[in-house]
T-cell receptor, first 115, second 113 residues
């Protein structure tokens, strides 16, 4: 049982380039999330999805797009990367609601540097 | 909306001591709280959670205390070990956020041998 898998683990982009981060979960979770983590700012929600074919904006959605074509996958796209998007990106998944003992399951992160 | 703050960004303790990490929140309607542990280079891992109808919950070497009157959450780690060194985040769910969690900024716990 792999849980939440993120690819790639590291990436360096030039300003203006595009890329897609892939998140895959094998726990049959309905909800999936993309966060970015920056020093001193904690985890900030970029986009999330409450089910296959649905997406919604989070706290910091500008410059990012997402797609949830399959229940197990949640893709985060950067169309034109900017240095301000240098960050560590985490994907998470969960069941609907808040079940005691569940919470979110996180992936191991993607470290992205935009130069 | 909800906001979550931690009292101290860093905490240094001696191996074997007890550690207490604190978290304050603003939304009195928050009904579910979680503590996560994040080791260097890894994603956050679930430690323990508590619902708002409880004041205390215990796990293995960890205890979470919830004081709804002053909107304060704490994580106590008994007999702290070097493997406990990590960043600890509190997270909460508020009535306006559905299932989405709001995270605090984290406390870096360092355990000295």
């Amino acid at each position: 049982n792999a849980g939440v898998t993120q690819t790639p683990k590291f990436r360096v982009l030039k300003t203006g380039q595009s890329m897609t981060l892939l998140c895959a979960q094998d726990m049959n979770h309905e909800y999936m999330y993309w966060y970015r983590q920056d020093p001193g700012m904690g985890l900030r929600l970029i986009h999330y999805s409450v089910g296959e074919g649905t997406t919604a904006k989070g706290e910091v959605p500008d410059g990012y797009n997402v797609s949830r074509l399959k229940k197990q996958n949640f893709l985060l796209g950067l169309e034109s990367a900017a240095p301000s998007q240098t960050s560590v990106y985490f994907c998470a998944s969960s069941y609907p609601g808040t079940y005691q003992g569940y919470g979110y399951t996180f992936g191991s992160g993607t470290r992205l540097t935009v130069v | 909306g909800e906001s979550v703050g931690l009292h101290l960004p860093t905490l240094s303790v001696q191996e074997g001591d007890n550690s207490i990490i604190n978290c304050a929140y603003s939304n009195s309607a928050s009904d579910y709280f979680i503590w996560y542990k994040q080791e260097s280079g890894k994603g956050p891992q679930f430690i323990i959670d508590i619902r708002s109808n409880m004041d205390k919950r215990q796990g293995q070497r960890v205890t979470v205390l919830l004081n709804k009157t002053v909107k304060h959450l704490s994580l106590q780690i008994a007999a702290t070990q070097p493997g406990d060194s990590a960043v600890y985040f509190c997270a909460l769910r508020g009535e306006t956020s559905g299932s989405r969690l709001t995270f605090g900024e984290g406390t870096q716990l360092t355990v000295n041998p």
